[in-house]
Nanobody
Framework: QVQLVESGGGLVQAGGSLRLSCAASGPTLRSYGMGWFRHAPGKEREFVAAISWIGGLTSYGDSVKGRFTISRDYAANTVSLQMDSLKPEDTAVYYC?????????????????WGQGTQVTVSS
């Protein structure tokens, strides 16, 4: 059973940066595809970024391309999301997720394990 814990959320002004981390306990994440999603009030959960288990291939949602960067540390069993040039519309709860499929998965139902989420608030 994979357990995921996000950290790094907070309040930041527009144009600022935050770095989210996702720490895993239980089995290693080495063979899992990892993703970040976000959920803002009144909206559906949105795909943010994904990274494959092999090769470090990455994929991003259109709204964050060029501003966010996903990465993973196999030794530390963590996945990070560097968020730059933040906008008020990036305000949401951000979730880390793990998929045994291993690839770049933009759909929520591709992921078996989810963290509890961390709040990111961007003020204008």
């Amino acid at each position: 059973q994979v357990q995921l814990v996000e950290s790094g959320g907070g309040l930041v002004q527009a144009g600022g940066s935050l770095r989210l981390s996702c720490a895993a306990s239980g089995p290693t994440l080495r063979s899992y595809g990892m993703g970040w999603f976000r959920h803002a009030p009144g909206k559906e959960r949105e795909f943010v970024a994904a990274i494959s288990w092999i090769g470090g291939l990455t994929s991003y949602g259109d709204s964050v391309k060029g501003r966010f960067t996903i990465s993973r540390d196999y030794a530390a069993n963590t996945v990070s999301l560097q968020m730059d040039s933040l906008k008020p519309e990036d305000t949401a709860v951000y979730y880390c997720a793990a998929s045994s499929g291993g690839g770049l998965n933009p759909r929520t139902h591709d992921y078996e394990y989810w963290g509890q989420g961390t709040q990111v608030t961007v003020s204008s």
